[in-house]
């Protein structure tokens, strides 16, 4: 027994229908996921700028205050310039496979959500 042409036409058009549906879907669940991560991203970014912002002034603050105490204002800035390079020199060799593995790890699962 054969089927009609009609029905081997009309399961074709179903197959293509359903298949041209079901790419649709998985863009858009890889759109979904990559807009959540670039928002994610993008907050993060601004939580980090602002936090910056405050470690800035705040550094420009406790500078003047120590060039004060000292006598010329410049000691204070060598001070806390020094406190900046001795910090970032233990956070580049101690610290920085501690926080680079986090981030990336956290990048990654807010795309794959």
Not at 10 to 27: G, H, I, N, R
């Amino acid at each position: 027994m054969e089927a009609p042409n009609g029905s081997v036409e009309l399961l074709f058009e179903s197959l293509e229908t359903y298949s041209k549906t079901t790419f649709e879907l998985a863009k858009l669940k890889a759109l979904e996921s990559f807009s959540k991560g670039i928002a994610a991203l993008f907050a993060k970014v601004g939580v980090v700028m602002l936090l910056l912002l405050f470690v800035v002034l705040l550094s420009i603050g406790v500078a003047m205050m120590l060039g004060d105490l000292l006598g010329k204002a410049y000691y204070g800035f060598f001070i806390v310039a020094g406190f900046y390079l001795v910090v970032g020199l233990l956070f580049h060799f101690f610290l920085y496979h501690w926080i680079k593995g986090p981030i990336a790890h956290t990048l990654i699962n807010q795309v794959f959500q």
